[in-house]
């Protein structure tokens, strides 16, 4: 079993930075591909970046040149930059494994208004 727990998200204005963090449990964290993924109220939830083990990434159309994931093997930590940031960003996100296979976590909301 893999937990997640999510953090670091806060309430901001457009314009502004974040970095929410996620914290896997297990002692596989290493060999799993990484992902963040963010639900809107009454929308879906929807990939917005992802991590390989060797440290390529994809992002979501929507958040390129804004967003940046990165991973630190050594503390089971996903990291998500968050800069520019846009009314249409409010969301909880959650990470996970690219496919996400394991129990969701709580989520960290973030939320962009002036």
């Known amino acids: 079993q893999v937990d997640f727990v999510e953090f670091g998200g806060c309430f901001l204005q457009p314009g502004g930075s974040l970095r929410p963090s996620c914290v896997s449990s297990?002692?596989?964290?290493?060999?799993?591909?990484m992902a963040w993924y963010r639900q809107a109220s009454v929308k879906q939830r929807e990939l917005v970046a992802a991590?390989?083990?060797?440290?390529?990434?994809y992002y979501e159309e929507s958040v390129k040149s804004r967003f940046t994931i990165s991973r630190d093997n050594a503390k089971n930590t996903v990291h998500l930059q968050m800069s520019s940031l846009k009314a249409e960003d409010t969301a909880v996100y959650f990470c996970?494994?690219?496919?996400?296979?394991?129990?969701w976590g709580q989520g960290t909301q973030v939320t962009v208004s002036s």
């Open positions: 996970n494994n690219r496919g996400g296979d394991y129990d």
């Open positions: 297990g002692s596989r964290f290493s060999i799993y591909n």
């Open positions: 991590v390989t083990t060797g440290g390529y990434t």
